[in-house]
């Protein structure tokens, strides 16, 4: 990725400024992050090497545009035609441009930007509920190409999904708030928009965890060269068409995907059947061991909330159990972080089946192997 800084300063405008980063890294260095003015970059989508080339290509990756301030600032209105100029020029280029002010889109773009251009993308900040309230429905009526929703720093809960419905929104990213004075930021409320995304096919991404975290109930102060690599870990972005996502069809790549995820997660893949395990199976015989999943699947798992979610599946005592553990089908949050499968609703006929259908498929493998 790039950056291009056209103009560096801004004004606060809504909840998610109170601790902007800009404010406080100038702050730091005794400067007015409130004083608007252009950078030496400010043209550096035309700026040339010695060679004659552009410095910026497209192997630098996606241009993240005027990241020191917001690109619909008013104060910076006498500026913004030539940017859009310099965007025009380098189609080979992608922009994207962050903005909480998306309100000021229209008295902002160029008179030849007619549906949107192809190279831009905006991305609409939107940190609380009513926030997104107010920007979303503006955002979506706006002629652009390609829409992407940041809620960060994410400050509540956001329900988002009727602006999802659309189609409209190409990418959701979540993140907490970084730095000493932050906000702290709920696991819930990223699961929850993840969910959302999940349901409308959206990619979603979550980005950090911010410094102050709240997981379970329990509050944790992250240090801020963690607060990215702990969101990853947490292993709860997602794409659409990848993994299990479209489990539904059932197709083997996914599958395929799907265990060796698992095979490579150390707690997953210390699983494994044992001689009692096998000597059971080959007493019932499969189908009855299939019988019997489709039986905890139903009473354990598919329920809105099921009770004890969480620590609902012992840890021996059935094939099944272990297979569960194996597989990440053992509670709801499990299903949701592995298969994709939202929590807090009941489980689908679909859904049961195919969790069923993971479990023998890896129950079967298991026993060929040591039988
Ligand atoms: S709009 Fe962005 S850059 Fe401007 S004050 Fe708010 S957080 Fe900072
Ligand atoms: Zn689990």
Same mark, same amino acid.
């Given at each position: 990725m790039a950056i291009w800084n056209p103009w560096h300063g801004c004004r606060k405008i809504s909840p998610g400024c109170a601790n902007c980063y800009v404010y406080r890294r100038d702050e730091s260095i005794g400067?007015?992050? %409130?004083?608007v003015s252009k950078t030496g970059d400010y043209a550096l989508p035309l700026k040339k090497n010695r060679q004659g080339e552009?410095?910026?290509?497209?192997?630098?990756?996606?241009v993240f545009t005027c990241m020191t301030s917001d690109f619909f600032l008013d104060l910076a209105d006498d500026w913004r035609q030539e940017c859009w100029d310099m965007i025009r020029q380098r189609q080979d280029l992608h922009f994207c441009i962050i903005t909480k002010r998306i309100d000021r889109f229209r008295l902002c773009i160029p008179p030849d930007w007619g549906d949107g251009w192809d190279n831009v993308t905006i991305c609409n900040t939107c940190e609380d509920q009513e926030r997104a309230d107010y920007r979303l429905p503006v955002f979506l009526e706006l002629p652009i190409k390609h829409r992407e929703i940041i809620c960060e720093p994410m400050l509540g809960e956001i329900k988002i999904e009727k602006y999802l419905a659309t189609g409209l929104i190409e990418n959701v990213t979540c993140g907490g708030e970084s730095g000493d004075n932050a906000r702290s930021c709920d696991m819930r409320w990223i699961q929850e928009v993840r969910r959302e995304c999940v349901r409308c096919g959206v990619p979603f991404y979550f980005k950090q965890t911010g410094t102050v975290f709240v997981r379970d109930g329990k509050t944790y102060h992250i240090e801020r060269k963690y607060q990215m690599s702990q969101a990853k870990r947490s292993g709860y972005s997602y794409i659409p068409g990848t993994a299990s996502a479209n489990w539904i069809r059932y197709e083997l790549p996914e599958r395929e995907e799907l265990f060796n995820r698992l095979r490579k997660s150390d707690f997953r893949s210390r699983f494994h059947l044992n001689d009692n395990d096998i000597a059971y199976i080959s007493e019932k015989g499969i189908e009855v061991i299939r019988s019997h999943a489709q039986d905890f699947v139903e009473k354990r798992? %598919?329920?809105?909330n099921p009770e004890n979610d969480g620590k609902q599946t012992p840890m021996k005592g059935h094939p099944v159990f272990i297979a569960q553990h194996a597989t990440a089908c053992c509670c709801r949050g499990c299903l949701e972080k592995?298969?994709?499968?939202?929590?807090?609703k009941v489980l689908t006929k679909d859904e049961r089946a195919y969790i069923t259908d993971v479990l023998m498929q890896w129950i079967e493998a298991e026993y060929k192997h040591k039988h």
């Open positions: 400067k007015d992050a %409130s004083v552009y410095k910026l290509t497209a192997d630098d990756g996606v798992l %598919s329920a809105e592995w298969h994709n499968i939202p929590a807090g």
